[in-house]
T-cell receptor, first 115, second 112 residues
């Protein structure tokens, strides 16, 4: 069965510092992987996704993530944090090639940015 | 205007009451979903629908029911609300071509 773990329910970084949010997955087949962001009082929106093309995926707002099959990881990074990056981040996985897209979400990581 | 709307945005109800949460979308997607979000648990799938005649249970469907009135409308009902159904509920649509889900703003439900 698919599952997603996110190390650290809460991460704090200083403004301008590197952002690293960790995600590991388990899947019986090569998966599709996603990062979604949730700003306060809003729904989730897609940051980026991996669907079998390049292993380094670039998303919106300067975020990127690298798919590492050997480590079953899909960590999210941003070189320089901005105050507006403070939000909840969810990693998600779905099986590739199934007839329906059921997405499994991780528990989320809350990112705080300190001025 | 938002592509996925949810009503109400906030609701307080009492144990045993029936309540309906509504979702509408203008994205033209066949696929629609209901999730609940609890702190530390992420999003869990309650029900999903791939078209008007296709409705499926998710991982936590007990105590909930749904109705797909049209391609654009997908409602979630709590037949007899209980306090542990207090949560944030999200509706989403799915675009299989882009492998992306689009979420509404959420409904915050408190069951007393």
């Amino acid at each position: 069965a698919q599952s997603v773990t996110q190390l650290g329910s809460h991460v704090s970084v200083s403004e301008g510092a590197l952002v690293l949010l960790r995600c590991n997955y388990s899947s019986s087949v090569p998966p599709y992987l996603f990062w979604y962001v949730q700003y306060p009082n809003q729904g989730l929106q897609l940051l980026l996704k991996y669907t079998s093309a390049a292993t380094l995926v670039k998303g919106i707002n300067g975020f990127e993530a690298e798919f590492k099959k050997s480590e079953t990881s899909f960590h999210l990074t941003k070189p320089s944090a901005h105050m507006s990056d403070a939000a909840e981040y969810f990693c998600a996985v779905s099986d590739r090639g199934t007839s329906y897209d059921k997405v499994i979400f991780g528990p989320g990581t809350s990112l705080s940015v300190i001025p | 205007d938002a592509d996925v709307t949810q009503t109400p945005r906030n609701r307080i109800t009492k144990t045993g009451k029936r309540i309906m949460l509504e979702c509408s979308q203008t994205k033209g997607h066949d696929r629609m979903y209901w999730y609940r979000q609890d702190p530390g648990l992420g999003l869990r799938l309650i029900y999903y629908s791939f078209d008007v005649k296709d409705i499926n249970k998710g991982e936590i469907s007990d105590g909930y029911s749904v109705s797909r009135q049209a391609q654009a409308k997908f409602s979630l009902s709590l037949e007899s609300a209980i306090p542990n159904q207090t949560a944030l509920y999200f509706c989403a649509t799915g675009d299989p071509n882009q492998e992306t889900q689009y979420f509404g703003p959420g409904t915050r439900l408190l069951v007393l």
